[in-house]
């Protein structure tokens, strides 16, 4: 399709909990993004995909974070044992991405994480 | 420490005034990217400035790029309600096309009759 569909739009975890995200990005692009916004407007960096590869990892914290771009299926973002700290609006973006051109992003609607 | 910042963080303006939001980052980056996002909504890509003096105008948005003085700009001409939303600008963290964005903070634009 021509949007990046992420599901579910809303979350809500005790703490402690796990919570799974998902996201299926635009037929075609092969970089997977996920980034997280906290506090209505912080936008962090979490982890990006070439295909099924890890691309960039940098922005993971890696004790509870996880995620997985696999073949044929939607690539998941997975967070255990949540933390109150964790909840924010998690955005998947997707992008065909050229070598020397820029890297244009398209964004999901987002999945709402609300750990209480 | 990288950083994008934006300003002014919030901008009330009357319709069919115009004004400018400013971008300055601390990357050595030669592209940047515009974004809207409306509330609860996604965010939309609306220019890629790609090199040094890049101006881009859609609408009644105008955005260019000096990257000797590592400024961007969002102008806006003749505000209309409609364009009420927040504007956020962003770099690629290692100034090339790898995706890992770091945004500013965000213009929040209120438009009012």
């Known amino acids: 399709g021509e949007e990046v569909a992420q599901t579910p739009k809303h979350l809500v975890r005790g703490e402690g909990q796990k919570a799974k995200l998902y996201c299926a990005p635009i037929?075609?692009?092969?970089?997977v993004f996920w980034y997280q916004q906290v506090l209505k407007n912080e936008f962090k960096f979490l982890i990006s995909f070439q295909n099924e590869n890890v691309f960039d990892e940098t922005g993971m914290p890696k004790e509870r974070f996880s995620a997985k771009c696999l073949p044929n299926s939607p690539c998941s973002l997975e967070i255990q044992a949540t933390k109150l700290e964790d909840s924010a609006v998690y955005f998947c973006a997707s992008s065909p991405r050229t070598v020397s051109g820029a890297n244009v992003l398209t964004f999901g609607a987002g999945s709402r994480l609300t750990v209480l | 420490e990288l950083k994008v910042e934006q300003n002014p963080l919030f901008l009330s303006m009357q319709e069919g005034k115009n004004y400018t939001i400013y971008c300055n980052y601390s990357?050595?980056?030669?592209?940047l990217y515009w974004y809207r996002q409306d509330p609860g909504k996604s965010l939309e890509s609306l220019f890629v400035?790609?090199?040094?003096?890049a101006v881009k105008q859609e609408g009644r948005l105008m955005a260019s790029l000096d990257t000797k003085a590592r400024l961007s700009t969002l102008h806006i001409t003749a505000a209309v309600h409609d364009l009420s939303a927040t504007y956020f600008c962003a770099v690629d963290r290692y100034g090339g096309s790898q995706g890992n964005l770091i945004f500013g903070k965000g213009t929040k634009l209120s438009v009012k009759p």
């Open positions: 990357t050595t980056s030669d592209r």
């Open positions: 037929k075609g692009h092969s970089y």
């Open positions: 400035l790609l090199s040094n003096g």
